[in-house]
């Protein structure tokens, strides 16, 4: 059974600094990976889809990256800003179920202190 | 226009009450979603619907039945639920066209559920 799991927790930086976010799952059989932002109490916005054929895909500040044998991807945001303070969640859609199951992590909650 | 809509914001029910929350995406996406989403969880997935047929089911509880009038349109009707199905349900969207697996998913900005 596929498990997706996010370090860290919880992460708290002053504005303007560099972070990486990461997010793990254990079965390589995946179709794409998957950020998103989560506000409290909102849906999901997506960031960035990284194909598993991809290595990396870039969104202005954001950057994320796949590894897929080792089963991680981390999710960098440069020049962090306090409008970044949210969940960030990351999610595998699998190759079962024909590609229509998607497994999510527990997320990261990030807060940017100006 | 990448927009999913649902209604209602916000909604609270005893537990004999019958209702029914409402998504809709005009993205011309084939692929629809109900995800169930708790307190400092991620979301949960519970049905798929691919062309307006269920494909996905996750061992929901029968109070919880999902139905897809048409290709913009999913409904979850809700009966006789309990207080611990209190949560934040998203309906999501993607494209995945012509067996394609790999689109975005959408999601609405969710239905805050409260089971007295």
């Known amino acids: 059974k596929q498990e997706v799991t996010q370090i860290p927790a919880a992460l708290s930086v002053p504005e303007g600094e560099n972070l990486v976010l990461n997010c793990s799952f254990t079965?390589?059989?995946?179709?794409?990976l998957q950020w998103f932002r989560q506000d409290p109490g909102k849906g999901l916005t997506s960031l960035l889809l990284?194909?598993?054929?991809?290595r990396e895909q870039t969104s202005g500040r954001l950057n994320a990256s796949l590894d897929k044998s080792s089963g991680r991807s981390t999710l960098y945001i440069a020049a962090s800003q306090p409008g970044d303070s949210a969940t960030y969640l990351c999610?595998?859609?699998?190759?079962?179920?024909?590609?229509?199951?998607?497994?999510f992590g527990p997320g990261t909650r990030l807060s940017v202190l100006p | 226009d990448t927009e999913v809509t649902q209604t209602p914001k916000h909604l609270v029910m005893g537990m004999t009450n019958k209702k029914s929350l409402k998504c809709e995406q005009h993205?011309?996406?084939?692929?629809m979603y109900w995800y169930k989403q708790k307190a400092k969880k991620p979301p949960e997935l519970m049905f798929v619907?691919?062309?307006?047929?269920?494909?996905i089911n996750e061992s929901v509880p029968s109070r919880f039945s999902p139905e897809c009038p048409n290709s913009s349109l999913l409904n979850l009707h809700l009966h006789a639920l309990q207080p611990e199905d209190s949560a934040l349900y998203l309906c999501?969207?993607?494209?995945?066209?012509?067996?394609?697996?790999?689109?975005?998913?959408?999601f609405g900005p969710g239905t805050r559920l409260l089971v007295l």
């Open positions: 999501a969207s993607s494209q995945d066209s012509g067996g394609y697996r790999r689109e975005t998913q959408y």
């Open positions: 993205m011309g996406h084939r692929a």
């Open positions: 619907y691919s062309y307006e047929k269920l494909s």
């Open positions: 990284i194909q598993s054929s991809q």
């Open positions: 079965d390589s059989a995946i179709y794409n």
């Open positions: 999610a595998v859609r699998l190759m079962d179920n024909y590609g229509q199951n998607f497994v």
